[in-house]
């Protein structure tokens, strides 16, 4: 049970990045490919119905966290407090922003809600690549789990550069999305961003995977899934070059999932690393909690996770449709009726 909730705690986390990964990336660039106001409402109705959803995945990698491994928990989250209040704060002032953007017709307001949104978007995905990094890296945590450094110590190389590959892995996944949902001058743009972009990708997760690696089993060749992430992201730039829109998108997907995944590999059966003494690293086993609570959480997750996963499934089936923006063609371009507007 333990071995099974640290398989579920990493998938939610890895979904968390596929998911709202894109929503992060039209947030950063959707100054970039709408010039004007329209064409910027353009590119944020193309998240406007699932951004809200894609975040409850981190709400529940967190509270899976909390409840099957408290001492994890209460270590990394203490850790990291300083961070979290950094990562709370990005996602107020990015929430507000979708949110209030269009409540007026300033220009002045309008671009303000874009500045925020656009900074809550970029921030976020390099504090959650750090704090991930950080987790394999090590921290200095004591005998009793607690942590012994300040802020200046969770700034960690190698959670630094996570961090990196997380931003330009959530800028390519944006592109693509924006590729694949947007119409007209907006969706020119993201194509000719999504042909580039993640070929800087390609280079902050080969050295991530050699790294991870390193740092893990202490290797030289990348295993499985870290060449699956660097294949992956490859294939992005090569099938957004031959437009196939929905092809990079999914490629795009699948080496943000193979990144975090690797993270997540490399670090069982520790679940944070002790950069203090091997002897202090906290483990899946000396965390968990009672074999009894894993047990009645095992059932409320077997029944409650398939009607998400069917919910956010019929939500992105219902909002299939591109968003038609300056310059599309009418006849395939209609925009989703009941989308939210920017």
Request: a positive charge; aromatic letters at 14%.
């Amino acid at each position: 049970m333990q071995i099974f909730w640290f398989i579920v705690v990493a998938i939610f986390w890895t979904g968390f990045f596929v998911l709202e990964g894109f929503d992060f990336g039209v947030g950063i660039l959707h100054t970039i490919v709408g010039r004007t106001d329209v064409e910027q409402r353009v590119a944020i109705n193309t998240v406007g119905p699932f951004w809200d959803g894609n975040e409850v995945w981190l709400i529940v990698a967190g509270a899976a966290i909390f409840a099957a491994f408290p001492a994890w928990y209460a270590s990394m989250f203490s850790a990291l407090y300083l961070a979290l209040v950094l990562v709370l704060l990005c996602l107020i002032l990015r929430g507000v922003s979708f949110e209030w953007r269009s409540k007026h017709e300033s220009t002045r307001w309008r671009r303000s809600f874009s500045l925020t949104m656009t900074v809550g978007s970029a921030v976020l995905p390099i504090l959650f690549g750090v704090a991930l990094g950080d987790l394999l890296y090590g921290l200095p945590i004591n005998q009793s789990g607690n942590y012994t450094g300040n802020f200046v110590n969770l700034l960690t190389p190698y959670g630094l550069w996570v961090g990196l590959t997380m931003f330009t892995l959530v800028i390519a996944h944006g592109a693509t999305f924006l590729d694949l949902k947007a119409t007209g001058i907006v969706r020119e743009r993201s194509h000719r961003l999504a042909t580039v972009l993640p070929w800087f990708a390609v280079v902050t997760v080969t050295v991530m995977a050699f790294w991870t690696q390193s740092l893990g089993s202490g290797g030289v060749v990348p295993g499985p899934v870290q060449l699956i992430a660097i294949i992956a992201i490859v294939a992005a730039a090569w099938s957004a070059r031959d437009n196939h829109t929905g092809w990079a998108f999914a490629a795009t997907a699948v080496a943000m999932a193979a990144t975090v995944a690797s993270i997540f590999v490399e670090l069982y059966p520790n679940v944070m690393v002790s950069s203090t003494n091997a002897a202090y690293n906290l483990t899946v086993s000396g965390t968990a909690s009672s074999d009894y609570a894993l047990k009645v959480m095992t059932i409320v997750a077997l029944i409650f996770t398939p009607l998400v996963l069917l919910y956010q499934g019929w939500n992105f089936y219902v909002f299939r449709a591109r968003v038609r923006g300056p310059g599309a063609p009418a006849a395939t371009s209609a925009a989703p009726s009941g989308a939210r507007s920017a």
